[in-house]
């Protein structure tokens, strides 16, 4: 892409874009580097060495756009966050998976990204990023497919004809049992989040056997309780309308007791799932038609909102969480003496 003549600088935008996608590939690195070194499937293995480059090339390239800015770059994390002998955790399937999973979720931001950008060289790099990991995804299924290990998500039988709503009936009530069959909309949506949660459940349930910190353990402990509760609620509406919901993937957890990542590092990534799975929630109720389902997304989200809450305050009152770039305070560089 052709570069402007004159110094644009970085957008609030953009330089917010660059750090959390900073902060998440410096996480990345080292949770990938220690999947990498346990995985023994070779089919596996090229799809994480793969990511990990990915990862390792976006924290350079992130750096040297701040450094260009003389922008601080963000501390993230590094090789002092992961313990790459300690014993596995999770089974090479579920690396899979997980890769799988954060793809997806990293086409979402990207595509943000993207759409927010306007200088010539971060709307490139965006372009780069988002067309890597739609690979990496591409690469990421076609494994679990040839492996019998992607859950597709449910059929349904397509009607005979279009038609349009009738009634506002079609809403249903916000309580009750009497409510109409599910939309294809809002199976795509109960069966993403339930998969979702699943993945989530997992990571939780094996950091909290690893963490060092007491509170910490307790904390996950607890959003694994909370995950595996939205897991039962999605899956019961969609079995009340005959579909089936995605698995668990609790057995793909080892028995492991030793910290292969730091604390710091774990809060942070669950962090990540807790902002993640708001999003779907966020889309999903935008997209459900249906008032009770509605209804559900909104307690649902705020019970994720407080734990999201409680890790933060974790954070920093243990001196590890990063400030993101802030806006100038005015008033106080009006106010402050020379």
């Given at each position: 892409?052709k570069q402007?003549?004159?110094?644009?600088?970085?957008?609030a935008?953009e330089?917010?874009?660059?750090?959390?996608q900073?902060?998440?590939d410096?996480?990345?690195?080292c949770?990938?580097?220690?999947?990498l070194?346990?995985?023994e499937?070779?089919?596996i293995?090229?799809?994480?060495q793969?990511?990990l480059?990915l990862?390792q090339s976006?924290?350079q390239?992130i750096?040297?756009?701040?450094?260009?800015?003389?922008?601080?770059?963000?501390?993230?994390?590094t090789?002092?966050?992961v313990?790459l002998?300690?014993?596995?955790?999770?089974s090479?399937?579920f690396?899979?998976?997980?890769?799988k999973?954060?793809?997806k979720?990293?086409?979402?931001?990207?595509s943000?990204?993207?759409?927010?950008?306007?200088?010539?060289?971060?709307?490139s790099?965006?372009?780069?990023?988002l067309?890597?990991?739609?690979?990496?995804?591409e690469?990421?299924t076609?494994?679990m497919?040839s492996?019998?290990?992607y859950?597709?998500?449910?059929y349904?039988?397509?009607?005979s004809q279009s038609e349009f709503?009738?009634?506002?009936?079609?809403?249903g009530?916000?309580?009750?049992?009497?409510q109409?069959?599910?939309?294809?909309?809002?199976?795509m949506?109960?069966f993403?989040?339930?998969q979702?949660n699943?993945?989530?459940?997992?990571?939780?349930?094996g950091?909290?056997?690893?963490?060092q910190?007491?509170?910490?353990?307790q904390?996950?402990?607890?959003?694994?309780?909370i995950?595996?509760?939205?897991?039962?609620?999605?899956?019961?509406?969609?079995?009340?309308?005959?579909?089936?919901g995605?698995?668990?993937l609790?057995?793909?957890?080892?028995?492991?007791?030793?910290?292969?990542?730091s604390?710091k590092?774990?809060?942070f990534?669950?962090?990540?799932?807790?902002?993640?799975v708001?999003?779907?929630?966020?889309a999903?109720t935008?997209?459900?038609?249906?008032?009770?389902?509605?209804?559900?997304y909104?307690r649902l989200?705020?019970?994720?909102?407080?734990?999201?809450?409680?890790?933060?305050?974790?954070?920093?009152?243990n001196?590890?969480?990063?400030?993101?770039?802030?806006?100038?305070?005015?008033?106080r560089?009006?106010?402050?003496p020379?």
């Amino acid at each position: 892409m052709k570069q402007t003549e004159h110094n644009v600088r970085l957008t609030a935008a953009e330089i917010g874009s660059l750090w959390i996608q900073y902060m998440n590939d410096s996480m990345a690195t080292c949770t990938i580097r220690y999947f990498l070194e346990k995985t023994e499937d070779t089919q596996i293995q090229p799809v994480l060495q793969q990511a990990l480059y990915l990862a390792q090339s976006h924290v350079q390239k992130i750096s040297n756009f701040f450094n260009q800015e003389d922008f601080p770059v963000p501390i993230g994390f590094t090789g002092n966050d992961v313990n790459l002998t300690a014993p596995r955790l999770f089974s090479d399937p579920f690396h899979l998976n997980y890769l799988k999973n954060m793809s997806k979720s990293a086409m979402i931001a990207y595509s943000l990204a993207l759409s927010l950008a306007t200088r010539a060289d971060v709307r490139s790099f965006m372009m780069e990023t988002l067309k890597t990991v739609v690979d990496l995804d591409e690469m990421a299924t076609q494994i679990m497919l040839s492996k019998g290990l992607y859950v597709r998500p449910p059929y349904v039988t397509a009607s005979s004809q279009s038609e349009f709503i009738q009634s506002t009936a079609f809403l249903g009530s916000f309580f009750g049992d009497n409510q109409r069959r599910l939309s294809s909309i809002e199976i795509m949506h109960l069966f993403l989040n339930a998969q979702s949660n699943a993945i989530a459940k997992a990571i939780l349930i094996g950091f909290s056997q690893v963490a060092q910190s007491m509170e910490i353990r307790q904390l996950f402990v607890r959003c694994a309780d909370i995950a595996d509760k939205h897991i039962k609620i999605f899956t019961q509406t969609l079995e009340d309308s005959d579909i089936p919901g995605p698995m668990k993937l609790d057995t793909d957890i080892m028995a492991s007791t030793v910290p292969p990542f730091s604390d710091k590092l774990m809060l942070f990534h669950i962090l990540a799932l807790t902002n993640m799975v708001l999003g779907y929630y966020a889309a999903a109720t935008g997209a459900c038609l249906r008032l009770d389902i509605s209804v559900d997304y909104a307690r649902l989200a705020a019970e994720i909102g407080k734990f999201g809450y409680d890790a933060v305050r974790i954070l920093i009152n243990n001196g590890w969480a990063e400030e993101p770039p802030m806006a100038l305070d005015r008033k106080r560089l009006a106010l402050t003496p020379s």
